[in-house]
C-alpha cells in the first residue's frame, strides 16, 4: 500500500492534507515522492526555524542521541537547565516548565497564574481574559482560552473560568475585568490563527494600564510568534510590554516536540512540590536542539528576519489581486481576491507550499530562507493571485 493509502486506513482523519507526501528536504527546498522540489513557505507551521535538515541542528541533537535520549525529570542534566538559562537570559524571566507543546505550556501557565490570584487575592479570582480570534491550543482547556466559536462547536462543556475581549474595544476589557475576577489576561502579539492580525496598540494601553492597577498577571502566548519569528526574540517585545508568563513551542525545538512555561518575578516561585509536572518535558534531546536554535538567534539574524519581511511587505502590497498584507517579521497574512484554497493550490502546482489561517494565505518561511528562493516564491504567489 501506498503512504497515501495507509494513511486514510489507519491514521484517525483529523487533518484536510495536500496531495504531497514529502520524503526529503535542504534548507527551504522540500521534495515529494515523485521528486517534485517545491519551496517551503510553511516550514511545519513555524517549527522548522532554520529549515529542513539544518546540519548545525542535527549536530547538537546527535551528540545528545548518542550520549541518552531521556531520562525523566527524577533526574538533573544538561540541555534541560542550559535550555531554561538561555529562555531566562532572552527574557528576562526567572524560572521555566517544559512542556511538549504550546497547548501544554499555555496550560501551565493558566494553573501558575491561578494559583497567584488565589492565593494572593481569594479562591474566587480564577477567570482568564483571552482575547476573540484567539488560539491557545486543542485541549478542553485551551479550547476553552481559545476566542473563537469554531474550535468549541461539539467539544462543549467546555471548561470553565474564561471570557474573551474585542481588541477593537478596549473599554469592553476594562468591563470585564469589572465584572470578573480575573486572574490574568492572555495575549498573541500577532493572532496566527486568527488571520496574522497583530495586537492593535490602544488595546496593548489599555492591557498594560489594568493590569499594572490591579495586580493582573499578563501572560504572552508567544507559541508560534516566539524565537526570531516577528524579528525579535519575542512578539511581546514589539510592543512595548512585560508580560508576567511567556509561553512558548513551535521553533523552540528546531523541529522537535517542545513547550516551554516561562515565569517572571511575581510567579517564580508560585509551584513547588508536586504542583505540575510532564514526562517528557525536557526531553534532553529536545532541548539539545532547541539550545542550538536559541544560541543563533543573534542580532544578526533577527536583522535579516526584519530585511526579509520588509522585502514581502514591498513585494506583495497593492499587487493585483492581493487586498491587504498584514503580521510582523516572518509571520504575514495575506487577504486575496481569489478564495485561498485556490490560492494555495495553485501555488502548489508552481512548486511554492504555503499556509492558510482563515480567509488568507499564510507565509512561515525558515528565517534564514535565501533571498533568491524568497524572491522566488514571491513572484509565483502574485502571478498566482493577480
Given at each position: ?16 492534507r495536500?496531495?504531497v ?15 517534485k ?27 545528545q ?5 531521556h ?5 538533573y542534566?544538561?540541555?534541560?537547565a ?25 496550560e ?21 481574559v ?7 491550543g ?19 462543556p ?8 474585542d ?14 475576577k ?14 496574522v ?15 499594572k ?5 499578563l ?13 525579535t ?6 510592543l512595548d ?20 512555561c516561562?515565569?517572571?518575578?511575581k ?10 509536572g510532564?514526562?517528557?518535558g ?20 533577527l536583522?535579516g528576519?526584519r530585511?526579509?519581511?520588509q ?10 489581486g ?11 497574512g495575506?487577504?486575496t481576491e ?6 494555495v ?7 511554492v ?34
Amino acid at each position: 500500500m501506498t503512504t497515501k493509502e495507509l494513511d486514510h486506513l489507519y491514521v484517525a482523519p483529523t487533518y484536510a492534507r495536500f496531495p504531497v507526501e514529502i520524503v526529503s528536504g535542504k534548507g527551504s527546498i522540500v521534495v515529494d515522492d515523485e521528486g517534485k522540489e517545491y519551496i517551503d513557505m510553511g516550514t511545519g507551521i513555524a517549527v522548522n526555524t532554520f529549515g529542513i535538515a539544518d546540519e548545525d541542528w542535527i549536530a547538537a541533537v546527535e551528540a545528545q542521541l548518542h550520549a541518552f535520549q531521556h531520562t525523566s525529570n527524577l533526574y538533573y542534566t544538561a540541555p534541560c537547565a542550559k535550555l531554561a538559562q538561555l529562555l531566562c537570559q532572552a527574557t528576562g524571566m526567572k524560572k521555566v516548565f517544559f512542556g511538549n507543546s504550546g497547548a501544554e505550556a499555555n496550560e501551565c501557565a493558566i494553573k501558575a497564574a491561578r494559583k497567584y490570584a488565589q492565593t494572593k487575592k481569594g479562591e474566587e479570582y480564577c477567570t482568564i481574559v483571552t482575547l476573540k480570534n484567539s488560539f491557545h491550543g486543542r485541549t478542553i482547556t485551551t479550547l476553552a482560552a481559545t476566542g473563537q466559536d469554531v474550535f468549541h462547536s461539539q467539544f462543549t462543556p467546555l471548561t470553565p473560568g474564561f471570557v474573551h475581549a474585542d481588541v477593537n474595544d478596549p473599554a469592553g476589557l476594562r468591563a470585564l475585568v469589572k465584572e470578573h475576577k480575573v486572574a490574568a489576561i492572555m495575549f498573541e502579539a500577532v493572532q496566527g490563527e486568527g488571520g496574522v492580525l497583530p495586537l492593535p496598540e490602544p488595546f496593548v494601553s489599555e492591557m498594560k494600564g489594568i493590569a499594572k492597577e490591579q495586580d493582573i498577571l499578563l501572560i504572552a502566548d508567544e507559541v508560534q510568534a516566539g524565537n526570531g519569528r516577528t524579528g525579535t526574540m519575542y512578539g511581546y517585545m514589539n510592543l512595548d510590554i512585560t508580560p508576567d508568563i511567556v509561553t512558548t513551542a513551535k521553533g523552540l525545538g528546531g523541529g522537535l516536540p517542545l513547550g516551554a512555561c516561562i515565569l517572571g518575578d511575581k510567579v517564580e516561585d508560585v509551584f513547588t512540590y508536586s504542583d505540575h509536572g510532564s514526562t517528557f518535558g525536557g526531553n534532553p534531546v529536545a532541548c539539545a536542539g532547541a539550545v542550538n536554535i536559541l544560541s543563533r538567534l543573534t542580532e544578526d539574524v533577527l536583522a535579516g528576519v526584519r530585511e526579509r519581511s520588509q522585502l514581502i511587505f514591498d513585494t506583495l502590497t497593492g499587487a493585483p489581486g492581493i487586498r491587504s498584507v498584514s503580521g510582523m517579521g516572518l509571520m504575514v497574512g495575506i487577504e486575496t481576491e481569489k478564495p485561498a484554497k485556490d490560492v494555495v493550490s495553485a501555488c502548489r502546482e508552481m512548486g511554492v507550499l504555503v499556509l492558510t489561517a482563515k480567509t488568507k494565505i499564510r507565509l512561515l518561511p525558515a528565517l534564514n530562507i535565501p533571498m533568491e528562493e524568497l524572491e522566488k516564491a514571491l513572484a509565483v504567489i502574485k502571478i498566482v493571485c493577480a
